[in-house]
């Protein structure tokens, strides 16, 4: 059973890895309560606050993207099962656009 830890050990160190080479620098501004809030999670799960922020930020990014509203449209994208699925026209389309557009100006040349 040694070498599952040997391996899982590599596979998290690997993971890690590859999480920071991607994390960036930013300053944000909290409001004091928010920040007190932070700073007793971190203290509680013994983390350093960036660390904390970023994941708490993540999270919730996804919970966003999650509970964006679907709004059918009247243009037919395809059949599935022999129904009609309807283009996005609500909020998520423009938003993975935007991103699209964000992430081609951050690869290097």
Not at 4 to 10: A, G, K, Q
Not at 25 to 50: G, H, M, R, W
């Amino acid at each position: 059973m040694p070498n599952n830890h040997i391996s899982h050990l590599l596979q998290e160190l690997e993971h890690q890895a590859t999480v920071r080479g991607k994390q960036m620098e930013c300053n944000f501004t909290l409001n004091q309560e928010d920040l007190i809030k932070v700073e007793a999670l971190a203290e509680l799960y013994s983390l350093p606050k960036e660390e904390l922020v970023a994941t708490l930020l993540h999270t919730v990014l996804l919970e966003i993207e999650q509970k964006m509203p679907y709004k059918a449209g009247t243009k037919v994208i395809r059949i599935e099962e022999g129904d009609p699925i309807y283009e996005d026209i609500g909020p998520m389309p423009r938003y993975l656009a935007i991103q699209n557009r964000l992430q081609a100006g951050t690869k290097c040349a």
